[in-house]
């Protein structure tokens, strides 16, 4: 089994947020393939399914950005899976809204889910999507920025930007996450 995890916070209040571009992606990737995220296990929304004959579990942790490695710990231990079962979908500062990067691991790079989740499973080495939300404009809080929606100008880059990291999922039950990364970080914007 494949478990694919969809970083956000929980809630109507932040639904469109720049933080929550991994949610955006398990939502995309839940429509294509006919799998709900709607069983409330692990401190998370979870949907069990097939992608190209696959066994993949859908998560979005519940506990908000900050302790999302409880939940994700708490999924790998119940199914007896490795931090490298799983790929963690999540926004980037640093990258231009928009654009993906993949990773087959690293530092958490200032993102607090993703100190969370090395926290909590004990290692930097897991498989990444990160979505690109761009930096905010000079004095504006960071904070601030990644809990805003995006601006209208903004709204097609990153719903291609979370189809393509759906893509790349899907791709994933198939090849090795090598040349899933290689494939989708040679795409040009």
Same mark, same amino acid.
């Given at each position: =089994?494949?478990?694919?995890? *969809? ?16 949610? =955006? +992606?398990?939502?995309?990737?839940? /429509? ?8 409330? !296990?692990? @401190? +998370?929304?979870?949907?069990?399914? @097939? ?8 998560? $979005? ?9 409880? %939940?994700? +710990? ?5 199914? !007896?899976?490795?931090?490298? /079962?799983? &790929? &963690?979908?999540? /926004? ?7 654009? #993906?990067?993949?990773?087959?691991? *690293? %530092?958490?790079?200032?993102?607090? *889910?993703?100190?969370? =989740? ?8 897991? $498989? @990444? ?9 000079? *004095? @504006? ?36 996450? #090598? !040349? &899933? =990364?290689?494939?989708?970080?040679? #795409?040009?914007?």
């Amino acid at each position: =089994m494949k478990v694919i995890i *969809g970083l956000g916070n929980p809630g109507k209040k932040y639904e469109d947020t720049r933080h929550n571009a991994g949610f =955006m +992606a398990i939502d995309k990737i839940s /429509d294509k393939w006919g799998i709900p995220v709607t069983q409330n !296990k692990f @401190r +998370a929304l979870v949907g069990e399914g @097939r992608i190209e004959g696959e066994k993949v579990l859908l998560v $979005k942790p519940q506990t908000y950005m900050n302790l999302s490695g409880e %939940s994700v +710990a708490e999924v790998l231990k119940f199914y !007896k899976l490795i931090p490298d /079962d799983l &790929v &963690v979908i999540y /926004d980037d500062l640093d990258l231009p809204t928009g654009h #993906l990067r993949l990773r087959e691991k *690293g %530092s958490a790079g200032g993102h607090n *889910g993703i100190k969370s =989740m090395i926290q909590h499973l004990g290692t930097q080495e897991f $498989k @990444r999507i990160k979505v690109g939300i761009s930096r905010p404009e000079p *004095g @504006r809080s960071v904070s601030d920025y990644v809990l805003n929606t995006f601006p209208v100008a903004e709204r097609a880059d990153i719903q291609e930007a979370v189809s393509l990291a759906a893509d790349a999922c899907a791709m994933w039950t198939r090849e090795s996450f #090598l !040349k &899933v =990364m290689n494939h989708f970080n040679s #795409l040009k914007k």
